[in-house]
């Protein structure tokens, strides 16, 4: 055990993201497009999980943001055929452009009201996207045919492509979390009274962190986007948040790592599970109530956070 | 020199009259403590000088600045520091951490993005110091919440002391210890008091412990100034005997 | 001067839904302090109830349809009831995440229960012939059934505020809401009131959920959209005052119902948009009052 944690942590990482990517060469179409979308839902659960599981902000209204960076890339490049080398990178600055307006009201607020102030202008940016801008978005019907360039239509180089992007994000959050702006948020989240009295400024912290947040919400959504080739007001409604809560708190809501692998598992879960049984939901709401039940912090936060933390301060 | 200067506060709660008209200063490097029975205003008049609460009237200089209306984490970077009188602290991270957070805060750096926390060198030297003179480097590993409360509250005011504040606000520095644990807690405000040349004011309800270490005694009396003064002088004063001695008994039932 | 009034009755008629919704989500919380995701599910279950098992009473009439509208509501305050003891009780004293995320996950799996059972078909229930058909006012029609809604909400509303203010149980249900502590320290079975406050806020929203079946299809996801909305209701009366539920439902529906005239595109945005705006200006509500 102890010659493995002298190993430091970028190995494990470069090891991993080279399996990911060997990966690509063994897996069939199918199984591609799966595992892409396993990565943009790990990609959506740490970026909600930043705001909730290191910020201790329950945010109800993440999927907007999600959501949000889905229709910049269809917008973009569906209506006004702009390419999508330049749509993709706006997406996450048009989804951290509203989350700095929305997260400067909700920040404003604490525990319970911020959660209801997050669902409320969640369900705002919803019905614009589904009636109040629908000439733009389609509607109902969202919009179909999203066109995407030759070299990523392929099942296995969109997955080396999002792997890519996925392993990007995975280091600067990785990066993030190691940095003071983590540590100084979690202090904030155990104790934000004190955080002020030792010169904090906890609104401005917890509105960076919204913004983060919803950053990287916005190249998860671009990602589905173009993976699916469709785009629909369902990815904004507020029940689409609760796939990355959900995912983040069977993974562990005070790691990096184990949101994205609660909501891998989960989405690989609901596949194997559909084959048996339509009954997923039931699944997953007795999961979640299990969950909740025994294992408050998550069943990989549980061996993983406390140890770290330790770790760090010799 | 006078580092803080309080003129004429008030607040009032609902029609409590919380501070009542009070007026002190504070000499630098100063030893000084507030007394009075619970209720007096010792709390507030603490929330009042950190900017926690707004007072309804009077001024408070630091260092020739008025505070009043700046919010807790200015007057905090004004050098500023407080402890809590319940343990204040954040009880899942570890000991190191906490007084590591203070100390990036102290030095602008909370907001810093991508710098690994581990290699802030000059800043963890002065997170190590810190926890050498507070007694907790051999816990530094071990989770806040954890610690025994003396030990809670050393860490307090580890925190306090890593934003290296001109003027120190301890409240209640001893309440709810054993008196080993006051004793070895008396000993390290005396030992911040040397160390760390800085100006500081306690409030505390152990008598002993006040007229042990305090320079200068102010006591407050709902929510006004009775008197201020040396120890001596503050023994002698019949008014401050009236309320003490008088009312011993009204003090031992507050007490709770 | 017609439009306006059919418009403010419709408006009044939706918010009397809403209102016996909110009323049970609102007491739930103030009690339990616990906001509950799942009360929509509770009200879809209702309505789904309603439309299969209750249309078998519409035969017996008038007192028959009143007997479903009794019968229903107990069968989902029967639910609750179940899942109170078994669940609820072992989360009050945790933090509000696991709270929340319990209650959702049994929002899932209530509405996967309701799609079990009845299938993803939209249901309509027939309205009892008493209450079919429209009647004129000011020279337009509106229909009876929102006529009985708009009567049958006051009289709920009346009962309630007796139940609250004028009897035995309301006065220690409105000490737990105040302080919980300090009525079990009085010898009062904390538990019990717990269980029969969650019993009745389920009732509600099985009666809800009844009472909108005879007026709109009865299909899944009307759990989601419901719950939101209701959310919006108390929010904007301000959490765990009943007499809040009621001016928010009102003040919605009445918002709904001419927003669609205004700005159809618009309209569902609206308490969305005023439940943003109590948060941002008065996080307590319009009646509810600041917590310490």
Redesign the interface.
């Known amino acids: 055990m102890q010659t493995l944690r002298t190993i430091p942590a970028w190995t494990w990482g470069l090891l991993a993201a080279v399996a990911l990517a060997g990966l690509s060469f063994v897996l069939g179409e199918f199984q591609l497009i799966l595992a892409s979308q396993m990565l943009i839902a790990g990609l959506f659960a740490m970026s909600l999980n930043i705001i909730m599981g290191f910020g201790g902000m329950v945010h109800f209204g993440h999927a907007a943001f999600y959501g949000l960076g889905a229709y910049t890339v269809a917008i973009l490049a569906k209506n006004y055929n702009i390419p999508l080398w330049v749509a993709l990178p706006l997406a996450p600055v048009v989804s951290a452009a509203l989350g700095a307006v929305v997260g400067w009201f909700c920040v404003r607020r604490v525990r319970l009201y911020f959660s209801i102030l997050t669902l409320a202008f969640g369900q705002i940016l919803y019905v614009i996207v589904l009636s109040v801008a629908a000439d733009f978005t389609g509607g109902d019907n969202g919009i179909h045919g999203i066109p995407v360039p030759e070299i990523i239509s392929s099942a296995r180089n969109y997955y080396l492509f999002t792997l890519l992007i996925f392993t990007l994000c995975f280091v600067a959050l990785f990066i993030i979390t190691k940095a003071p702006f983590v540590l100084t948020l979690r202090a904030i989240r155990e104790n934000a009274e004190r955080a002020q009295f030792i010169g904090v400024d906890v609104r401005r912290h917890q509105l960076t962190t919204f913004i983060i947040g919803s950053f990287f919400a916005g190249i998860a959504g671009g990602l589905m986007a173009i993976l699916n080739r469709f785009v629909g007001p369902d990815m904004l409604f507020w029940t689409t948040s609760s796939e990355p809560i959900l995912g983040s708190l069977m993974g562990g809501m005070f790691s990096l790592t184990g949101p994205a692998v609660g909501a891998a598992l989960l989405l690989g879960l609901h596949l194997f599970i559909s084959q048996y049984t339509e009954f997923w939901p039931t699944v997953l709401g007795i999961l979640t109530i299990i969950v909740v039940l025994a294992a408050p912090t998550g069943l990989v936060g549980l061996t993983d956070d406390l140890p770290r933390a330790a770790r760090s301060a010799e | 020199m006078t580092i803080l200067s309080i003129e004429h506060l008030n607040k009032a709660f609902g029609g409590l009259q919380a501070t009542n008209d009070v007026s002190l200063s504070l000499e630098q490097g100063e030893l000084s403590a507030i007394i009075g029975p619970n209720g007096a205003g010792k709390s507030t008049l603490f929330n009042l000088i950190?900017g926690y609460h707004r007072p309804d009237s009077g001024r408070v200089i630091f260092n020739g600045r008025d505070l009043i209306g700046l919010?807790?984490?200015e007057i905090?970077?004004l050098g500023i520091?407080?402890s809590?009188q319940r343990s204040?602290?954040?009880?899942?991270?570890?000991?190191?951490?906490?007084v590591?957070?203070?100390v990036?805060?102290?030095y602008q750096?909370?907001?810093?993005?991508?710098?690994?926390?581990?290699r802030?060198g000059k800043l963890n030297e002065q997170v190590e110091r810190i926890l050498h003179s507070i007694g907790l480097w051999d816990k530094?590993?071990?989770?806040g919440g954890k610690l025994a409360l003396g030990d809670q509250k050393r860490l307090e005011m580890g925190?306090a002391l890593?934003?290296e504040p001109k003027l120190l606000l301890l409240d209640e520095p001893t309440a709810g210890m054993s008196s080993e644990e006051t004793a070895s807690t008396v000993a390290l405000v005396k030992q911040i008091s040397d160390e760390f040349k800085v100006t500081l004011l306690f409030t505390e309800h152990d008598m002993a412990v006040v007229f042990g270490i305090a320079q200068t005694i102010h006591v407050l009396y709902y929510g006004g100034i009775v008197a201020s003064g040396k120890p001596q002088e503050i023994a002698d004063n019949p008014e401050v005997q009236k309320i003490y001695l008088g009312e011993k008994d009204a003090k031992s039932r507050f007490r709770g | 001067m017609d439009t306006f009034v059919i418009q403010l009755l419709g408006g009044l008629s939706k918010g009397m839904i809403l209102f016996v919704l909110a009323s049970g989500l609102s007491l739930i919380f103030g009690v339990m302090r616990v906001i509950n995701f799942a009360h929509g599910s509770l009200y879809m279950l209702g309505a789904f109830l309603a439309a299969t098992v209750g249309a078998q009473f519409l035969g017996m009439g008038p007192s028959g349809f009143f007997l479903m509208l009794l019968l229903v509501p107990l069968i989902v305050a029967l639910v609750g009831i179940v899942m109170e003891t078994t669940l609820f009780r072992r989360i009050y004293t945790k933090e509000h995440l696991l709270q929340l995320l319990l209650t959702y996950g049994l929002t899932l799996l209530l509405s996967d229960v309701v799609r079990m059972i009845w299938g993803g078909e939209y249901r309509t229930l027939r309205q009892p012939d008493f209450l079919r058909g429209g009647f004129e006012i000011v020279g337009r029609k509106f229909p009876i059934y929102g006529l009985f809604v708009l009567i049958i909400g006051p009289l709920l509303a009346l009962g309630l505020w007796y139940l609250l203010n004028r009897t035995r149980w309301g006065r220690i249900i409105r000490a737990a809401v105040a302080n919980p502590d300090m009525v079990s320290a009085l010898g009062i079975n904390v538990r019990l009131v717990m269980t029969g406050v969650f019993a009745l806020g389920c009732f509600l929203a099985g009666l809800g959920g009844a009472l909108v079946a005879g007026q709109s299809a009865v299909g899944l996801g009307m759990d989601v959209n419901i719950i939101v909305e209701a959310f919006a209701v108390v929010v904007v009366g301000g959490l765990g005052s009943f007499g809040g539920a009621l001016l928010g439902a009102l003040l919605i529906g009445i918002i709904l119902s001419f927003g669609i005239l205004v700005w159809p595109g618009g309209a569902q945005l609206l308490p969305f948009a005023a439940m943003a705006l109590v948060l941002i200006a008065r996080p307590w509500g319009l009646l509810g009052r600041p917590e310490r």
Request: charged residues 15%; aromatic residues 12%; proline residues 7%.
């Open positions: 950190t919010p807790p984490h905090v970077r520091g407080r809590f204040n602290i954040f009880p899942r991270l570890t000991v190191f951490e906490n590591q957070t203070a990036l805060s102290h750096q909370s907001g810093h993005l991508w710098r690994g926390t581990s802030f530094r590993a071990r989770l925190l890593a934003l």
